[in-house]
């Protein structure tokens, strides 16, 4: 492999051939000059729009004869039997170019079609025909199409119809697997499962599909067309027809999630295409001219419904711009649970279309002012629904901001609330589902999720204290109880700053205010970080402890900051508890940890620190790094523009200890904090593609893709200026020898990738042998991986210095889809093993990967006893990546030993002991009988790792319930107190011991105070 390459570039669009309309009767001219290509066929198709049944159905009738299927294909669009021919434009010689470029992968041909037909001169005015004048025809359908387009042009008044092949194609890629996903799962069912789910469906009718507006007659409407369903294919007829598509398909992840809790292969199939959805959507940018307005549901209006059409006076909207419209008008229209059907948006423009039940609109229409006032403030600027016709505009503010904290999906928690139907319904404050659930199936069979997280745990986050009190009152659910972290429900109501439910925690329910998780964080540091002077004001009021820090030296004061609220530093400092001084372990103050902010007001924080207490701009941390490169780090534009209009723009290329500079990291989207899952994800980027946590654990992430676009923004802006800096090198490297292009591809955003294409970056190795191919498999996106590989012409198997190929990289980041595209489209191995004897499987328990573990088992038949170099099994990857479930998994269906033992003599509660788990330790002792009191080869018990880890709560498990005494020591003579100083700078050699938790509160302090390495 080359070890510098620049990205190949497309040719010029064919403006200057023929478009004259094609037909029949220049079939054989066409098939000409193509028929080389026919090995092309079905890509061809794509570029030409055909339906995706016409193109299943071509493919089934020829039997893999491909110059047949290039025939028909040919047939069909010349006689114009595809998509909308009216807004993709009739049969000509220009398509035919762009066909056999994009589809055919000839651009020579396609520049020779080009020169043999070239457009024609222009007539004089007046002399056009008719038909070359309505070369794209305006839509037919007028109950869709609020935007009038140019037929001479055939541009819409909104913007360019320009449409890119390789979306398009991931588009139907999209589609096809949407209808494959429907396939299978109702193949799934029952038709003994029929008359519950239409009990589901009918109990659940308001909360599931409409307003919580109780009247009889709204409700009947809905009701009645569930109850006069016979079959399961009726049910998925009429599923199809007004309430799900390719777009909207949470309904029918919703029932598989409580007919099918069991079916691992039908969930998997759905995460995956939930997967593939959210990147493509991420990575598209402002490409939504891809879509067709049709190819986002059903074409035409079904029965019962009308369509509802708003519009926004812009046209660089983007794809962010529609999931932001997806929740925000449901929110405007005072429906916040109602999932409307999204059905089309028209090219160019940012007009989306809905369709709305009757028994919806009656409610809706006609409008009142409060609602128009409230689609105004988010930036709907008309609203139509047959003769209902608003213009909002006299409701418009000057400047509408998205803010990802309005959209439910960007959420950080967003798996963890929808890991099972009741966790969702809890979250999103469906009381009548949750009864319906819990009456139904009980609590135990739902109440632990993701990561431990528990219904209880989603109401306190989503701010419902009725679900709460029916948790606790009815259900008798301990108000204690944490996730795999020990995190709380005090401590998710206290984040998201729901004072009532905090009020009724402490005072009804007596939850201690001051229990920490396992990462040393209390509730009230958790207000702090969500920005609420109330519950800090509440928690100090209680006499909390104030001079708490968590695991990694983060105080109050610090964790204020990371809020980005002015006001709550201000009660700090009216309290005389706010610390400018503050630092954490790796000598990060105020001004950096304002730089992690994602309020958008942090700036003005930030200005205030430097004036109130004379701060220094650039003041650096343990590794050299200033508050600029931790705002790049976040993504916070606007104490980055405002940091280089003070220092100039070669501030930008400054770098830090590590030769990282500013540009490194804006587009540097991963980050590793050595702590429990849900504190990582919160002080983590928001559009973080990747996260280690303790043990180097990587976790899937929810991408804020919002923040994304601002990401994308700002890092072409920097670049910008960077450019007119003297000593600008865009193929500058880090010490380890990573370039822009590298940190670019782990983003998993393919606009940022392209953004340095520009600059003509080459293609090189790390220290370590890494490829970007390495690196976008690490960032878990398929679409970054295929395009590096594509772009780059890399090899998507090569390894590097560890033995890894891109396969095991994927298998880190937890995406199913880049695996199975590795596998399935590049032949990799997964079975190949690298220099410490681990196979991806070991990789993707190593990471606690329940859906790649499965998948590699299920499908390519990975060996499941197969050893590493030291002994270890998946059982022991498994529970030092501190995945409960992954575990039981392995032990209960693949068979595997709970007891196995290491080389060094490690059980799986050894390697648990690290995790910060603690119910994952108590399985393993409780149920699968693992002795607390056994020691490895060295002589180290489970206690000992356990100090390592810094978990009290562990700690005090082992010494209370398991006798466990804190003076064993090893072979070496250590004890927990020196395997807790191991992370500290002080030699805790002395101590006095006082009663066994004074001692542990007392180490564990100060082990709080340790040498983690957060970036």
């Known amino acids: 492999m080359a070890t510098s390459r620049s990205p190949s570039s497309s040719s010029a669009p064919f403006i200057n051939v023929c478009n004259k309309e094609l037909s029949i009767k220049d079939f054989y001219p066409v098939y000409d000059k193509v028929r080389l290509l026919s090995a092309h066929w079905k890509s061809i198709a794509i570029s030409f729009r055909l339906r995706i049944d016409t193109i299943n159905a071509i493919e089934a009738s020829s039997y893999g004869n491909t110059i047949s299927s290039l025939q028909k294909v040919l047939e069909h669009w010349l006689k114009k039997d595809y998509d909308d021919y009216q807004t993709n434009g009739i049969p000509c010689w220009r398509r035919v170019c762009v066909a056999v470029r994009e589809g055919g992968g000839d651009p020579a041909l396609a520049d020779e079609i080009a020169r043999e037909h070239p457009l024609p001169a222009m007539r004089p005015a007046g002399s056009t025909s008719s038909k070359e004048r309505s070369i794209t025809p305006v839509m037919n359908d007028v109950a869709m199409s609020p935007a009038s387009t140019d037929r001479a042009t055939g541009t819409s008044k909104y913007g360019s119809s320009e449409k890119s092949f390789e979306l398009t194609s991931k588009l139907y890629d999209l589609q096809d697997e949407f209808d494959e996903a429907i396939r299978?799962?109702?193949?799934?069912?029952?038709?003994?499962?029929?008359?519950?789910?239409?009990?589901?469906?009918?109990?659940?009718?308001?909360?599931?599909?409409?307003?919580?507006?109780?009247q009889q007659t709204t409700a009947?409407?809905?009701?009645?067309?569930?109850?006069?369903?016979q079959k399961l294919s009726e049910l998925f007829t009429v599923l199809q027809d007004k309430y799900i598509s390719?777009?909207?398909?949470?309904?029918m992840i919703k029932l598989v999630g409580v007919f099918l809790p069991k079916n691992r292969s039908l969930k998997r199939t759905w995460s995956s295409y939930e997967e593939k959805l959210k990147d493509y959507f991420i990575n598209s940018g402002g490409l939504l001219k891809d879509a067709d307005a049709v190819q986002f549901g059903v074409k035409g209006v079904p029965p019962g419904t009308r369509v509802m059409i708003a519009k926004v006076d812009r046209d660089d909207y983007t794809l962010d711009d529609i999931f932001f419209f997806r929740r925000a008008i449901p929110k405007g229209l005072d429906i916040p649970e109602y999932d409307l059907y999204f059905s089309f948006v028209y090219d160019g423009s940012l007009c989306l279309g809905y369709l709305i039940p009757e028994y919806l609109y009656s409610l809706l229409f006609p409008l009142t002012t409060k609602l128009q006032q409230q689609l105004a403030s988010i930036g709907i600027t008309e609203l139509t629904c047959g003769e209902d016709k608003y213009d909002l505009r006299e409701f418009s503010i000057e400047e509408v901001k998205h803010s990802s904290t309005d959209i439910d999906i960007c959420d950080p928690l967003w798996y963890e609330n929808t890991s099972t139907p009741l966790h969702e319904a809890a979250w999103r404050g469906l009381k009548d589902e949750?009864?319906?659930?819990?009456?139904?199936?009980?609590?135990?069979?739902?109440?632990?999720?993701?990561?431990?997280?528990?219904?209880?745990?989603?109401?306190?986050?989503?701010?419902?204290?009725?679900?709460?009190?029916?948790l606790i009152d009815q259900y008798g659910i301990d108000p204690n109880e944490g996730d795999d972290n020990s995190v709380s429900s005090i401590h998710m109501a206290s984040y998201k700053g729901h004072l009532s439910i905090v009020q009724y925690l402490v005072d009804t329910c007596d939850v201690p205010p001051d229990q920490p998780d396992n990462s040393n964080n209390t509730a009230l540091l958790y207000s702090a970080m969500g920005g609420h002077c109330d519950l800090v004001e509440f928690f100090i009021e209680r006499n909390c402890n104030t001079s708490q820090i968590n695991c990694i030296s983060a105080s109050?004061?610090?964790?204020?900051?990371?809020?980005?609220?002015?006001a709550?530093?201000?009660?700090?400092?009216?309290?005389?508890?706010f610390s400018p001084d503050s630092v954490n372990n790796l000598g990060r103050g105020i001004l950096h940890y304002t730089c992690r902010s994602i309020n958008n007001r942090s700036v003005e924080l930030f200005k205030y620190f430097l004036n109130q207490y004379q701060l220094s701009i650039d003041v650096k941390d343990r590794y050299g790094r200033t508050p600029l490169h931790i705002a790049s780090l976040y993504a916070s534009s606007s104490v980055v523009e405002y940091i280089v209009s003070i220092q100039g723009n070669e501030a930008l290329l400054v770098n830090d200890n590590t030769g990282k500079s500013c540009l490194h990291w804006a587009c540097y989207v991963a980050i590793h904090i050595p702590v429990g899952i849900v504190y990582s994800k919160l002080m983590a980027q928001s559009d973080a593609s990747v996260i280690d946590i303790i043990n180097n654990t990587g976790i899937k992430t929810n991408i804020d893709f919002i923040k994304r676009n601002e990401r994308v923004k700002m890092f072409s802006s920097l670049l910008k200026k960077a450019s007119t800096c003297p000593n600008f090198d865009i193929n500058a490297t880090t010490n380890d020898g990573r370039s822009l292009l590298h940190w670019a591809s782990w983003s998993g955003s393919t606009l940022l990738v392209k953004a340095l294409e520009e600059y003509n970056i080459n293609c090189t190795l790390t220290n370590d042998g890494r490829s970007p191919v390495h690196y976008a498999a690490r960032s878990g996106?398929?679409?970054?991986?295929?395009?590096?590989?594509?772009?780059?012409?890399?090899?998507?198997?090569?390894?590097?210095?560890?033995?890894?190929?891109?396969?095991?990289?994927?298998?880190?980041?937890?995406?199913?889809?880049?695996?199975?595209y590795l596998i399935n489209n590049h032949n990799s191995d997964p079975n190949i093993t690298d220099k410490y004897g681990m196979t991806c499987l070991h990789h993707s328990c190593r990471n606690g990967h329940i859906d790649i573990t499965q998948y590699l088992i299920e499908v390519p038949h990975c060996d499941i006893n197969k050893t590493d170099n030291e002994g270890r099994t998946l059982v022991h990857h498994a529970a030092l990546s501190s995945n409960f479930d992954l575990v039981q998994n392995l032990i209960t269906e693949q068979s595997l030993s709970p007891t196995a033992v290491t080389k060094n003599g490690l059980t799986a509660l050894h390697y648990a002991s690290l995790s910060l788990n603690l119910s994952l330790v108590k399985e393993l002792i409780t149920t699968y009988q693992l002795d607390p009191h056994q020691a490895d080869s060295n002589g180290k018990l489970p206690i000992h790792y356990a100090a390592e880890s810094g978990d009290i709560l562990l700690l005090e498990l082992y010494v209370k319930d398991h006798k466990c005494s804190l003076s064993l020591t090893d072979n070496k003579g250590r004890n927990v107190i020196h395997f807790s100083s191991l992370k500290v700078t002080l030699t805790l050699l002395s101590i006095s011991p006082v009663s066994i938790l004074n001692t542990l509160v007392y180490y564990t302090l100060l082990t709080m105070r340790v040498k983690y390495h957060c970036i």
């Not at 709550?568 to 508890?577: A, D, G, I, T, Y």
């Not at 295929?786 to 390894?799: G, V």
């Open 184 to 214: 299978i799962t109702k193949k799934s069912f029952k038709s003994s499962d029929l008359p519950e789910i239409i009990d589901y469906l009918i109990t659940h009718t308001m909360s599931l599909l409409g307003p919580n507006k109780k």
């Open 220 to 229: 009947e409407a809905v009701r009645e067309e569930f109850k006069n369903i």
């Open 246 to 251: 390719w777009f909207n398909y949470k309904l």
């Open 434 to 470: 949750v009864q319906w659930l819990l009456d139904k199936f009980g609590y135990s069979t739902n109440h632990r999720g993701l990561h431990g997280w528990t219904p209880l745990h989603s109401a306190s986050y989503g701010g419902h204290i009725e679900i709460l009190q029916i």
């Open 556 to 566: 109050l004061s610090l964790l204020a900051c990371k809020s980005g609220e002015l």
């Open 568 to 577: 709550l530093v201000h009660k700090l400092e009216s309290l005389n508890l």
């Open 781 to 820: 996106s398929t679409s970054v991986l295929s395009y590096i590989i594509s772009q780059y012409n890399l090899n998507a198997n090569d390894t590097d210095t560890y033995g890894h190929t891109p396969l095991v990289y994927s298998c880190l980041s937890g995406s199913i889809n880049s695996v199975k």
